[in-house]
């Protein structure tokens, strides 16, 4: 964490707008998946079950659940930022989740695209509430989160 705590507050602001974006879930998270993909098309084809589907994005079933773990995750990683100074997930669902994105080709530029694609859609979701703290906290904890995933991407 670079010697820098995550505080009460950015956790408060972290909390606060994932409340907000709750109600919605699944249109926000469709919504985020939607800028993902028109970044980085290609990203498509890393989900089974889009590459295999014949209905339209939209209507996948499958994306909103992995939308949601994204803001879901990224938002505990927030807490446990502040409670422990650091990203804690059970070892095994680590494990399982580090191997599952490494068998599916996820890369370090995936995890980009996502991570503007998240803190764009929540500055939507947002609106009056948006700040640049609330960006910040936002962002540090997906980092975490992150790193944390990556270093369990392996076979
Ligand atoms: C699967 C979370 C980022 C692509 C999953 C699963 C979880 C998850 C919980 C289900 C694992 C299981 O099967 O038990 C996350 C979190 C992320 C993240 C928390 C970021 C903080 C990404 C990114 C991509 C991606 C950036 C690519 C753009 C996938 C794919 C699967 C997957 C392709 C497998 C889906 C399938 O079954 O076809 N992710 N993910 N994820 N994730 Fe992510």
């Known amino acids: 964490m670079g010697g820098e705590s995550f505080t009460e507050e950015q956790e408060a602001l972290v909390v606060k707008s994932w409340n907000v974006m709750k109600k919605n879930a699944g249109e926000w998270g469709l919504k985020f998946f939607i800028k993902i993909f028109e970044i980085a098309p290609s990203a498509q084809k890393l989900?089974?079950?889009?590459?295999?589907?014949?209905?339209?994005?939209?209507?996948?079933?499958?994306?909103?659940?992995?939308?949601?773990?994204?803001?879901?995750?990224?938002?505990?990683?927030?807490?446990?930022?502040?409670?422990?100074?650091?990203?804690v997930i059970r070892d095994s669902s680590l494990k399982k989740i580090g191997g599952v994105h490494f068998k599916y080709g996820v890369v370090d530029e995936h995890f980009e695209v996502t991570k503007y694609a998240l803190l764009e859609t929540i500055k939507e979701a947002a609106g009056e509430m948006w700040s640049a703290e609330m960006k910040n906290a936002w962002s540090v904890a997906y980092d975490q989160l992150v790193a944390a995933i990556k270093t369990e991407m392996k076979p």
């Open 47 to 87: 989900f089974s079950f889009l590459k295999d589907s014949n209905v339209p994005l939209e209507q996948n079933p499958k994306l909103k659940p992995h939308a949601k773990s994204v803001f879901v995750m990224t938002c505990e990683a927030a807490v446990q930022l502040r409670k422990a100074g650091k990203v």
